[in-house]
Nanobody, 124 residues
């Protein structure tokens, strides 16, 4: 089993930055593909970013491309989401997810483990 705990969310003004962290425990995620998803009130959960096991391949939703980056530190069993140039429409609960497959994936159904989420609120 893998337990995931997100941190780093909060309130920020439009144009600001936040760095989310996802700390894994229970087992090493060094062979796992990882992803970030988000869910705003009244909306379905949507894909944000994903990274393969080594960090060599990443993929982003069009809505965040060029503003967000995803990275990982396998030695620390942690994945990061750097969010720059934040917009009010980025406000949501952000979830970290792990999949036992080593590649990246944009589909939430392909992920086996999920964190509890961290709230990000961007004020205009």
């Amino acid at each position: 089993q893998v337990q995931l705990v997100e941190s780093g969310g909060g309130l920020v003004q439009a144009g600001g930055s936040l760095r989310l962290s996802c700390a894994a425990s229970g087992r090493s995620i060094s062979t796992y593909g990882m992803g970030w998803f988000r869910q705003a009130p009244g909306k379905e959960r949507e894909f944000v970013a994903t990274i393969n096991w080594s960090g060599s391949s990443t993929y982003f939703a069009d809505s965040v491309k060029g503003r967000f980056t995803i990275s990982r530190d396998n030695a620390k069993n942690t994945v990061f989401l750097q969010m720059n140039s934040l917009k009010p429409e980025d406000s949501a609960v952000y979830y970290c997810a792990a999949r036992s497959g080593s590649g990246y994936n944009t589909r939430s159904a392909s992920y086996d483990y999920w964190g509890q989420g961290t709230q990000v609120t961007v004020s205009s």
